[in-house]
């Protein structure tokens, strides 16, 4: 009786002890991903195009605005497109739809698109924890305007193609 008494409170401290180690390394873990998520987003050059000022300040704007959106405007054959503010726009999606997302969109220059389908599932996911970690913040960015109509602020304006040969 005494044995098993012991047993059974030994076997209760083992069970608290897994259950108190449990939770913090769910939370490094948690914690290592939405840092993986950063990593990606800041080699991914995803920043470039979608955070004010950060290739002429050298990447010196801090985390917290980063992906803002910008009213910076890419002009081209295909009219004017504007990088969108994806703080606001993550804090829309899952991490699900965000998967299936990023290997079928396809949207106007110069946004790279084809490089999101080169994105592992789980770097996706990561990418996803990092940016909703921020959370939304920030207004939208201004709205596509089609070919032949002019954008008001500042653009960044592309050459027509050369003619096919
Ligand atoms: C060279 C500039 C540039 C870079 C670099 C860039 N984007 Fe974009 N992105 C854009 C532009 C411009 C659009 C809008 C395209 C349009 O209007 O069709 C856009 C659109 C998007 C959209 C669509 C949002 C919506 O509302 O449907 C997503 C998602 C996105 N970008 C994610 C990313 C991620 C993630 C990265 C980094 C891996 C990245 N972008 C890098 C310029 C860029």
């Known amino acids: ?17 897994l259950v108190a180690s449990a939770a913090p390394s769910a939370k490094a873990d948690q914690a290592s991903v939405i840092e993986r998520g950063r990593y ?26 980063w992906l803002t959106g910008s009213p910076l405007g890419w002009s081209g054959p295909w009219g004017t497109t504007y990088a969108p503010n994806l703080r606001n726009y993550f804090s829309r999606v899952t991490a699900d739809q965000w998967v299936k997302v990023a ?13 999101l389908r080169d994105f592992s599932e789980p770097d996706l996911r990561a990418m996803h924890a990092f940016i909703t970690s921020l959370g939304a913040t920030g207004g939208e960015s201004p709205a596509y305007l089609p070919p032949g109509r002019k954008a008001n602020g500042p653009v960044v304006l592309f050459p027509e193609p050369p003619p096919a040969k």
Request: hydrophobic share 40%; aromatic share 8%.
């Open 103 to 115: 290997h079928t969109i396809e949207t106007r220059p110069p946004m790279p698109w084809f490089v």
């Open 1 to 17: 009786m005494r044995t098993f008494l012991l047993t059974s409170a030994a076997a209760v401290l083992a069970g608290l002890s």
């Open 40 to 65: 990606l987003v800041k080699i991914g050059g995803c920043n470039d195009c979608h955070t004010v000022n950060y290739g002429e300040t050298g990447g010196k704007v801090p985390p917290a605005q």
